[in-house]
């Protein structure tokens, strides 16, 4: 009988646990690296650029270009040059943006 209690508590614990994770996807808590790997790194992998090899997310390039600010990232992904897919308000709200932003500049140097 003891196991059977144990099972129980065990069963419920993984719903809980399935159930938090769905909420906090749902809050935007996913993480920038995250994010960025899913958006962003198709062409940037690395932190590199496939499509025009002069504008990577390095610091030399980025600085080169003047993005220097977390708010500079989220204004090229609401306005990109050629090549780059525009990401809007709707496919990445501003609180992700500022995330991926704050990833690229602290990972990419
Ligand atoms: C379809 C390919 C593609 C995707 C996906 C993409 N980019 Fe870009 N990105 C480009 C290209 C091409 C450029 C150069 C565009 C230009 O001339 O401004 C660029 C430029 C940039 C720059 C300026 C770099 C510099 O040195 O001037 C930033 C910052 C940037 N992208 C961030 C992002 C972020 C953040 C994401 C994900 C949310 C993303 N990109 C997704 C293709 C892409």
């Known amino acids: 009988m003891k196991r059977a209690g144990l099972v129980v508590v065990l069963i419920v614990f993984a719903l809980f646990a399935v159930a938090v994770q769905g909420f ?3 809050a935007g808590t996913r993480s920038g690296a995250a994010l960025f ?3 962003c790194s198709p062409c940037h992998p690395d ?3 496939i499509i025009n090899p002069q504008k990577t ?3 030399k390039d980025r600085e080169a ?3 220097k600010k977390p708010q500079d990232i989220v204004n090229k992904m609401r ?3 050629p090549g ?3 990401f809007d308000e709707k496919t990445i709200p501003y609180k992700e943006a500022l ?3 704050k990833y690229i500049l602290k990972t990419f140097k």
Request: hydrophobic share 25%.
């Open 24 to 26: 906090a996807k749902k």
């Open 37 to 39: 790997k899913q958006n």
């Open 47 to 49: 932190g590199g650029n």
């Open 57 to 59: 997310l390095h610091k």
């Open 65 to 67: 270009n003047n993005i």
């Open 79 to 81: 306005n990109p040059g």
């Open 84 to 86: 780059m897919t525009k």
């Open 99 to 101: 995330k991926i932003a």
